[in-house]
DNA sequence: CAAACTTACTGAACGGTGTTCATAATTTAA
DNA sequence: TTAAATTATGAACACCGTTCAGTAAGTTTG
């Protein structure tokens, strides 16, 4: 029954319009911006369409987010290029600073908005976890030459360390340094650097 | 004039009665149920009424944080009791991490929501900056012992570990872990115990 | 004391949000 | 061609923050 695959296939391309109509506003205006209205208008469908294709708009946030974990995962391949473990860890700190700092709608999406966590809960997270692995692989791999104990723990407070410095940045908490914008970003380069030089042996 | 006086005095009444009533809602039923139309129901007046004290729903938010940061001062000036400044960051870093996991919906107010942040941009984020600054005069008395060359970074590096460490917990990040929850609050207190080994001499 | 003025408060509305559902339009099957 | 199934939508619901004309209360003045 050809009709049956054609009916698959046009439900995959209307949640690819509206996916990417919802991704565009939300890179270009912004989370606040980003309403099931607003997009609805944007590919010329009602809003009550959207809901023909994801159940409410958590659904749509946590597509949004696995979209953007992929977009990191790929700035990582692409940035990467080290071969020792430690050297490897640096880059990847310094990349998700960037990426943090550079995109701080998708970051908010990714790391700190509380809605698309509570989307399909048994879905487990995979876009993010995969990205955890991966540094989790890193410090494995390093971890002769790191100061952790644990694998895990490890991974974790890397992780905690740049996501305090790029989330306190995006939420504006940085201003109590009293320090121009510029300066302030300087300074999260050297605090991961340092860091790194402190957790290393 | 005796007038103009009560009349001050019930005005400051008001603004408790409003702050009190915002600040029971957002502790009992967090930031989402804590509308200015449930605030205005709790305390029996219309909404528009909230407008004659309090230009916004940021400017309120922003009271309601002021009021958050004294709580955690409180904390701090219980709970440091100790002499020797290394000693003093292991308890406060100790006391914000318990304090943010004990009370996530203020921990939000203070350093995670954006609204806030944008009311009266002059104030200067006074009550935000003071707890900054308590924190710089520890790093700066054990200076010596630390690993940090400024002090200014080294307070940013600090907060933004165990900053890092709660909100990824408290907006749920931490499930990538793949770890039972009261596991995870140990990993946090050994993250956090390491990390000042780590940047002790 | 009554009238004029000032202040405090509110109901109703505006424009926005996510979401649901009966109904209409279209496409497929008989 | 007609009946059945799918797809789309307009209108509504219940919220939200916010504004503003109008009312009620308190204060001052003649």
């Known amino acids: 029954m050809g009709i049956t695959d054609r009916k698959e296939r046009e439900k995959l391309e209307m949640r690819r319009l509206i996916m990417d109509a919802a991704m565009d506003m939300f ?9 099931i209205r607003n997009i609805a208008d944007k590919i010329e469908y009602s809003p009550a369409t959207i809901y023909l294709y994801y159940k409410d708009k958590d659904e749509l946030l946590w597509g949004l987010q696995t979209e953007a974990f992929e977009k990191l995962a790929n700035v990582f391949r692409e940035g990467i290029t080290a ?3 430690i050297q490897q860890l640096r880059q990847m700190a310094k990349l998700y600073v960037e990426f943090g700092m550079g995109n701080p709608d998708l970051y908010d999406l990714m790391f700190i908005i509380r809605s698309p966590m509570n989307a399909e809960k048994n879905e487990e997270w995979k876009s993010g976890s995969s990205a955890f692995q991966f540094l989790m692989n890193i410090i494995q791999a390093a971890i002769d030459k790191l100061k952790y ?5 490890g ?3 890397c992780w905690s360390m740049v996501h305090g410095l790029v989330s306190l940045n995006v939420r504006g908490r940085c201003k109590v340094l009293e320090v121009p ?4 970003q300087d300074m999260l380069q050297i605090a991961v650097d340092q860091y790194i030089d402190n ?3």
């Open 83 to 85: 071969i020792e473990p």
């Open 181 to 184: 914008e510029d300066k302030v």
């Open 149 to 153: 104990e644990n694998v895990m723990i």
């Open 27 to 35: 890179v270009k205006d912004g989370y606040e911006k980003t309403s």
């Open 155 to 157: 991974a974790l407070s």
């Open 199 to 201: 957790i290393t042996r």
